[in-house]
């Protein structure tokens, strides 16, 4: 993997990965004003939320069942103290199904975060504490 995030004398920064696909990352900083795109903080806690989707969709389709909504609200709680890192989080699954129950989701989500998600995994190693919940839209 590769990505290059530049900064031209203004936020935002403006991150390019090699596919050449562009994310913005902003904070509010004094010379600045307010920001207009997420943090980088902000980005990892949608990242986590993302590849756990990731791996709950496919595997929700690996069980044959058709998902219509997936929804990953996520609650966060950082160190006081620099580096201000994630030391808790809690994600609570929505999912929206004509024929998947909570259980396939309870599956498909502890599958996620016990085993797949790789973000899951670089949280936990910095002794971040993710718990989770799912229920039915």
């Known amino acids: 993997m590769h990505t290059t995030v530049t900064f031209k004398g203004q936020l935002p920064l403006v991150g390019v990965n090699a596919k050449g696909q562009k994310t913005r990352f902003d904070a509010t900083m004094d010379f600045s004003g307010p920001a207009k795109y997420a943090t980088p903080m902000d980005t990892v806690l949608e990242a986590l939320g993302a590849c756990s989707m990731m791996d709950i969709?496919?595997?929700?389709?690996?069980?044959?069942?058709?998902?219509?909504l997936l929804?990953?609200?996520l609650e966060a709680e950082r160190a006081?103290?620099?580096?201000?890192v994630f030391t808790s989080i809690h994600i609570r699954y929505r999912m929206k199904s004509l024929d998947g129950s909570l259980a396939?989701?309870?599956k498909a989500a502890g599958l996620s975060m016990e085993k797949y998600c790789s973000?899951?995994?670089?949280l936990r190693g910095s002794g971040c504490n993710i718990?989770?919940?799912t229920e039915l839209a």
Do not use: C, Y
């Not at 973000?119 to 670089?122: E, H, L, R, S, T």
């Open 119 to 122: 973000v899951a995994a670089m």
């Open 104 to 106: 396939d989701l309870e």
């Open 71 to 73: 929804q990953a609200d």
């Open 80 to 84: 006081e103290e620099h580096p201000k």
């Open 57 to 68: 969709i496919a595997i929700i389709k690996k069980m044959r069942k058709e998902l219509t």
């Open 131 to 133: 718990t989770w919940s």
